[in-house]
């Protein structure tokens, strides 16, 4: 029996198995040295003298970057229905409301033409997604912030490494830029992320509220050389940080994020190749010389294709491959349909891409042999 092919896994090498050991052995596990320099290694990636804040979670990144932007009870915040439910929840984290925008019919990212007819004196701030490793139109999007007076805080879980009019995503201008590490993003630490910004007192105020409120980081009051039990609690604070363990694998993840976005690019490509003649919509490019991040390879089944997308996706796992769909759009989830009143039809561009959308699996431990069985299969499956 043909071995399952699953949809993504995590590339780890003895690197990262070398520096989770030393890590155990030296007997520091949570916040510490491993978790700094990770912040530091980031940032100077980034490249633009921003500040790096290492996290849990990219939830908990965008929950954090949020509250520092001073988001609060009573404030609307303008975003995508095309995304996971970690964009829009933290949102309600704080007794504020998401205001949904429908998305690009050829990116599937927010469509910066519907903004400014959302914006209402209760709008705070702009949460833009990259989907699926694609710049949003960032100049667009930070010209009616600007504009409007409000935060533009990125969701880039998926765009790392990913470029708009030349820089990187996070290097942009908007107020904060959050990353997440998770198995199957583009580099990992397990579970993890990264808030970015040049903002100093954002950066602050990040630091204090990712551990309880307290005045001072515990790896700075245990690695003082002179008595410092003493803290203080400022604020009513969260259990955010990341811990040494997680940060020894994305040091060396981190070194190898061009090396994979080549790899994921080059993948991209012969999925391209390969589909161009079936009846489905390739994933977007980016514009011009900038770079895609290649988190995900999403295909759209056309009309004209002989079996629907759920169909498609029960075939391919009976020829033993997994496929994902990103995503089930939030105003179809109960929670959200029922607290904004919202039907099926309220965003139609993002209800009929879900529709057609399957995720094909992308990842840099795939072998050509792997992705010559996902071509086989699906060309088997879609050719009329």
């Not at 933290?90 to 504020?96: E, F, G, K, M």
Request: net charge negative.
């Amino acid at each position: 029996m043909t071995d399952f092919l699953p949809f993504a896994l995590p590339d780890l090498g003895e690197e990262e198995i070398a520096e989770v050991l030393h890590s155990l052995r030296s007997g520091w596990l949570t916040t510490g040295p491993k978790a700094k320099r990770f912040e530091e290694e980031f940032a100077e990636f980034i490249g633009t003298g921003v500040e790096a804040i290492a996290v849990n979670s990219a939830t908990a990144g965008l929950h954090l970057a949020l509250e520092a932007a001073g988001i609060g009870p009573g404030d609307e915040v303008i975003s995508t229905p095309y995304t996971f439910t970690s964009t829009s929840e933290v949102v309600r984290y704080l007794n504020a409301d998401p205001v949904f925008v429908d998305i690009d019919p050829v990116t599937f990212n927010l469509d910066p033409e519907r903004i400014e007819a959302a914006i209402t004196p209760r709008t705070k701030a702009i949460v833009p997604v990259h989907f699926a490793g694609l710049a949003c139109d960032m100049a667009r999007i930070l010209e009616i912030a600007q504009r409007h007076g409000l935060k533009v805080i990125e969701d880039a879980a998926h765009a790392l490494p990913t470029t708009c009019g030349g820089q990187l995503v996070g290097s942009l201008g908007s107020d904060a830029t959050v990353y997440s590490f998770y198995a199957t993003k583009t580099i990992t630490t397990g579970e993890g992320g990264m808030v970015v910004t040049r903002d100093a007192e954002m950066a602050r105020r990040c630091r204090v509220m990712r551990l309880h409120g307290i005045s001072r980081d515990a790896f700075d009051r245990y690695t003082s050389t002179k008595p410092a039990w003493h803290y203080e609690v400022v604020a009513p604070g969260c259990k955010y940080n990341m811990t040494d363990i997680a940060a020894s694998i994305g040091i060396h993840q981190l070194k190898k994020a061009w090396r994979f976005q080549k790899r994921r690019c080059e993948m991209a490509a012969r999925y391209d190749e390969a589909f161009a003649d079936l009846p489905v919509t390739l994933p977007p490019k980016p514009h011009g010389a900038d770079i895609h991040a290649w988190h995900l390879y999403v295909l759209r089944l056309a009309d004209a294709a002989p079996v629907d997308r759920d169909r498609f996706i029960e075939l391919m796992s009976g020829k033993g491959i997994g496929c994902s769909v990103h995503f089930i759009p939030l105003h179809l989830h109960p929670y959200w349909s029922d607290r904004y009143a919202l039907k099926p039809d309220s965003f139609p561009i993002a209800l009929d891409s879900y529709r057609r959308a399957v995720s094909l699996p992308l990842f840099t431990k795939m072998t050509d042999a792997d992705q010559q069985r996902v071509i086989d299969a699906t060309r088997s499956i879609l050719a009329c």
